[in-house]
Structure formats: C-alpha cells, structure tokens
C-alpha cells in the first residue's frame, strides 16, 4: 500500500514535468518513459525526494527528475546562490565568481547553464574555456578577486554521477553562516524563478593566463630545484584516468624540471565514461592497472594518478623485493609533511612560526613528527573546508606548511583552499628525486619514518546499511555507542573517549573537558593504553558507517616492516571482533 501511495506521489510530480512549458523536450520525453513503463523503479528513484542542495553542494545521478542532476536542480542551485550573494554583497559594484568544470559527461552544458544563470543575475562570471582542475578554480577565486565560485564535478564517483561544489571568496568550499544561507535560498526557487537566459556581455572566458598564474604559483613550493636538477631522469609514469589532471600536471612536472615524464595513453583522453577503469578513484589498486603495467615496462621510480577532478592523488613505488605496492592516503599525508618539515629545516627556510593540519580520523604518526620538529599541529573535522578555515583563522599570524586527511588528499599551498593533486604530484616527484638523491627509494623514506617515529598502521572499515531500514540501524549502532562507549578494545582499557557530538572529552578517570571544535558532528573517538585509535562516523553521502582503526606499533630497522605488520593486522581483527565487526 505504501508503495503504491509512493508510485502515486512521484507520477503525479512527474506529469507536471511532462506537461509544464518550463521543461524541455527532451526531459519530458525521459520523464515519459518512466511513467509509461510497467517498472516503476526508475521513476520513483528520480522523484521520490528533491535533491537536496546541502553543505557540501549537489551531488547525485544524472537524468531527468526532481532527485537527478540535470539543468533545472543546477539551474535552482545556482540562482538560490546567485541570490545569496547578491544579498550578501548588496553594496559592491561588482560581483564576480568562477565557473569550472571537470570531465564529466554534461559538465560543460551544467557549466555554461550556471554561467548564464549568474550573468543573467547580474553577477560576472570567469567561465573556463575547457574542464580545469578544482585547485585550479579555488585559485582562480583568489585570482580574480570573486565572492564565489562552483565546480562542476563528482570527484571520484563513478560515471553516471555529477556533481556541484560552491566556493566562498578564500577559495574555500562554503562554511557557516554562509552555507546555511545559501542552502535556505536555493529551497526557496521554483524552476518559474530560475533566470537561464544570461548576459553575454559579462562571461568573460578564461585559461592560459589563469593556468600559467597558478602553475608559476606551484612552482614556488619546490624546496630543494638542486636535487631536481641531479634527477631529472627520475622515471615518473602518470595516470590522469582521464580527467583533468592532463590539462596540467605533466605541465607542471616539466616546469619543476622533470624530462622524464610517462603519461598512460589510454588514459590522457578526456572521457566521462571512464572506458578503461571500473571506478575512476585513485584510491583503488584497479584504477592504477594501466599506469603499474606502463611501470613494469620500462622499471620506473614511481607511480601517480589523479582523479577526474585533479584533486586526489594516489601513488605506487617499489618495495625492498622490487614489488610495486600502493601507498595508502595516511601514508601520502605522512610522508609529504615528513619531507616538507625536514627539508624546510635543513634548508633554513623555518621562521619558527609553521603550522600543519591534520583531519581528527588521520593517522597520529603525524603528530609525532610535528612534536619531535617542533612544529604546531593542528587537527580539524573531516573535509578540506575544515583544513581551509584553520589556514584563514592563522593567516597573517602563521605559516601553513602543509596539510591532509587520510582520503588521498593533500595541499602544501595557501594560494589554493581545497585539497590539490596538481602541487601534490609535483612535490611527490622532489620527494622521489630528493631519496634518489641519496641512493634510497619512496619506500625507503617510508621505512625510515616508521624506525623514527614509530609504526601505524590504519584500516577503514565500511560497513554498508542500505535504505531507511539501514538508516535507522546505523542511528541506532551512533546513538549506542554515544552512551555506551567501550570499555577495552583488542583487551586494551579505552583511556580516553572522544564525542563530537556533545563536544565532550572523557578520561580514564571520569575526568570530563571541553573539545576545542567549531560545531558539533557526529563522530566519536576512543584512545586506548596501547595507543590504538578508533573513529566511528556515519558518511555523509552513502549509507554507510565507517569505523577508522589505527593501532600502533613498533620497528627497530627497516626489515623488521613485515613483522610489525603483521603484528598490527592481528590487532586490527581484535579490535574489529571487540567492536563486532567480524
């Protein structure tokens, strides 16, 4: 009965779109389809909710309907923001923003939509000429001197899916008070409001200029152009899995002074579909198959790929054995915020006044090697926009350095606000030049932090609920561990407990202090005797609660790795058995 109530609800919103002047053509014939059609899957998937434009912007499937992206929910999205900024900055003479876009499939039609959409607002818009980095839009921001920007993107998701990312004046994605407010503007347009017929006259068309601008900035991040210059050769194979990444990364390896750069063909061809990965996310070892071949081929040193939008990167090196194996995101946050410390040091370029960032769920070996370099660390809630309003509270007082999350995200720069694969890749090449440099390997500089600073290891476990059912029982696995948090994990006394939640911080003892955050989130964290770490957060944007283990260990030399991590694994599965994970 439910159901058929549903199917009613959604046939009666989809006959306003097949029947309503404001839609075009080919949406109502979509919409029509679904109607007619016996399955009523699709149609119920595309209206039963509104796609809901929420901090972190839009993202969703692409298609006709209420809860698809298409050009009425971007063109919605856009005028809601368009009418927040001309309310916020009611007094200027002009307002600008930046409009970007990636590789996707409808990315350039959703981009220049917006573009009109603005314009016909009466606000000026820097529109890319071609799909473009999202570090690079956040630069453009600053650049230009915008209120706002948006990107046109779904990161790594998988083909079918897009996506919309609104930026503030830092070049940041938007945070309080402003996201709520543009959040209750775009609830508030109909698709009768929305203003798609825009004003030529102020979408100025950009791309070189702003291109070279930000890779002349990037370069400025090299610490060590000598090494660079003794290891030219360095043999770097890079992937951009066909998104944006081409436009710019081996531009800027070669300005660093890399003459030995191998790009996988395949994938240096601007394709929304993805053709040759199952899942275009550098997380993942399959999407790297292409780019791990080409190195096997001709014995290169190391291995990167970005993601569609060229903020992600991931990387793969050599072991001790020879072996090509993947470096995990807590490992890529450590190993660049290692370099970047120790060699700003050995190079006298510490004003002594540095700070790093960290996101709460990263691995603590990073705190260990700020401490021992006596360099301030900072940890914020998960999500660059976190990492962006720590540098904006420091700026003028302090030097940001460097900062990541475990989710393959990194950003070495100030004059970019949002994670960047772009200066990443670069500095990965120094990086890999600079161990070149003294006859060692990526790996080898892993295997050295770990001997210094001691061993982690970090595993994310999803567990994956689906629908309202799996909604209401991941509320229920929150709330439980709310008031009931663990007493011991893997046979190890819970020390401390964190809970975001209520801002609360609780000791051994009973012992209750504030926590330092910027608002409540649902996250919780337990610290045991034996340094283990572990993070309980719903996700945002799946139906899944993820669990973030990190269990310490220790490794006298380089060759005791393999042992300290099995040790670590075996303690891994006891915690996930005391959290009944198994």
Not at 319 to 324: F, Y
Request: a negative charge; aromatic letters at 8%.
């Amino acid at each position: 009965m439910e159901n058929q109530e549903l199917i009613k609800q959604c046939e009666a919103k989809a006959r306003e779109w097949m029947t309503s002047p404001l839609y075009d053509a080919h949406t109502q014939e979509e919409v029509k389809s679904m109607v007619e059609s016996e399955d009523k899957t699709a149609l119920i998937d595309a209206f039963y909710r509104t796609l809901e434009f929420g901090t972190g912007g839009l993202r969703g499937i692409m298609g006709a309907g209420t809860n698809r992206m298409n050009i009425y929910t971007v063109g919605a999205a856009t005028q809601g923001l368009s009418n927040y900024l001309n309310k916020c900055f009611a007094g200027r003479d002009e307002i600008s923003v930046v409009v970007g876009h990636d590789c996707r499939n409808n990315s350039r039609l959703f981009a220049e939509t917006a573009a009109n959409i603005f314009s016909a607002n009466g606000i000026k818009v820097y529109l890319f000429d071609d799909m473009r980095p999202t570090p690079e839009m956040s630069f453009a921001i600053r650049h230009f001197g915008c209120q706002s920007g948006i990107i046109l993107t779904a990161s790594h998701n998988p083909k079918e899916y897009n996506g919309y990312k609104a930026y503030w004046d830092d070049g940041a994605q938007v945070l309080a008070p402003h996201d709520k407010g543009i959040i209750d503007e775009v609830n508030k347009v109909a698709v009768a409001d929305i203003k798609f017929t825009g004003n030529p006259a102020l979408i100025t068309i950009v791309g070189e200029e702003v291109d070279r601008a930000y890779l002349e900035q990037v370069h400025t991040l090299s610490i060590d152009p000598e090494c660079i210059r003794r290891q030219k050769d360095l043999k770097i194979v890079y992937t951009p899995i066909h998104g944006t990444g081409m436009a710019l990364i081996p531009r800027s390896l070669a300005l660093w002074g890399f003459e030995n750069v191998h790009c996988v063909p395949e994938q240096m061809v601007k394709d929304g579909n993805f053709p040759t990965v199952v899942s275009p996310n550098p997380e993942n070892a399959e999407a790297l198959t292409l780019a791990l071949k080409l190195a096997k081929e001709i014995d290169a040193d190391i291995v990167m790929a970005s993601d569609p939008d060229a903020d992600r990167v991931g990387m793969a090196c050599k072991d001790d054995k020879g072996d090509w194996v993947l470096i995990d995101g807590n490992q890529t946050c450590m190993i660049f915020l290692y370099y970047i410390i120790m060699n700003r040091k050995a190079q006298g370029k510490m004003q002594g006044n540095e700070f790093v960032v960290k996101t709460i769920v990263t691995t603590e070996l990073i705190k260990a090697i700020a401490d021992k370099n006596g360099i301030k660390m900072y940890d914020c809630y998960t999500g660059f926009k976190w990492i962006a309003r720590q540098i904006r509270l420091n700026e003028g007082k302090m030097q940001y350095i460097g900062g990541g999350e475990e989710s393959y995200g990194f950003l070495a720069e100030d004059f970019v606000r949002d994670k960047d694969a772009v200066s990443a890749c670069s500095l990965l090449a120094e990086i890999c030049a600079w161990a070149k440099d003294q006859g060692k390997t990526l790996y080898d500089i892993l295997m050295g932090i770990y001997v210094e600073y001691g061993y982690a290891l970090n595993k994310t476990i999803n567990v994956v609920k689906p629908g309202k059912s799996g909604a209401d029982e991941i509320k229920a696995m929150m709330d439980r561990f709310h008031a009931e948090p663990p007493r011991e994990l893997a046979g190890s006394k819970v020390v401390c407990v964190k809970d975001y939640a209520t801002l609360k911080q609780t000791d051994a003892e009973g012992h209750v202090s504030d926590l330092d955050m910027p608002e409540p989130s649902n996250v919780i964290q337990w610290y045991t005797e034996d340094g283990t770490k572990v993070s309980v957060r719903p996700s945002g944007t799946e139906p899944k609660i993820k669990f973030y283990i990190e269990v310490k260990g220790e490794m006298g030399c380089p060759k005791c790795y393999a042992s300290a991590h099995a040790v670590a694994l075996e303690k891994v599965e006891a915690v996930k058995q005391s959290l009944g994970l198994d």
